[in-house]
């Protein structure tokens, strides 16, 4: 089973940037998409980027479009979401998730590992 653990959250003010990283281990991390979702509170877990497992292809369903970037590293084992012209609306928990890479990264259920959530929050 691949681990995942998440960084680069913090206190931003808006407008600003943001860029989260996720390192992976404990597996082959070619062998698996990567996605990026977020939690605000009270709210359901928002799908926000996703990436196949070599890079090459990346997916953004919702708002974040045009402000975030998703990318991954292989070589390094690490998949990051570059976050700009951030809004008070983004701020919430961010969680870093694979799916195996026979999957579709570009839907939500095919992710079924997590990290622990990294905190972003976004003051206006």
């Known amino acids: 089973q691949v681990r995942l653990v998440e960084s680069g959250g913090g206190l931003v003010q808006a407008g600003g940037s943001l860029r989260l990283s996720c390192a992976a281990s404990?597996?082959?991390?070619?062998?698996?998409?990567m996605g990026w979702f977020r939690q605000a509170p009270g709210k359901e877990r928002e799908f926000v980027a996703g990436?196949?497992?070599?890079?090459?292809?990346?997916y953004y369903p919702g708002s974040v479009k045009g402000r975030f970037t998703i990318s991954r590293d292989n070589a390094r084992n690490t998949v990051y979401l570059q976050m700009n012209s951030l809004k008070p609306e983004d701020t919430a928990d961010y969680y870093c998730?694979?799916?195996?890479?026979?999957?579709?990264?570009?839907?939500?259920?095919?992710?079924?590992?997590w990290g622990q959530g990294t905190q972003v929050t976004v003051s206006s």
């Open positions: 998730a694979a799916a195996d890479a026979y999957m579709d990264y570009t839907k939500a259920p095919a992710y079924h590992y």
């Open positions: 404990g597996r082959t991390f070619s062998n698996y998409n």
């Open positions: 990436i196949s497992w070599n890079g090459g292809r990346t």
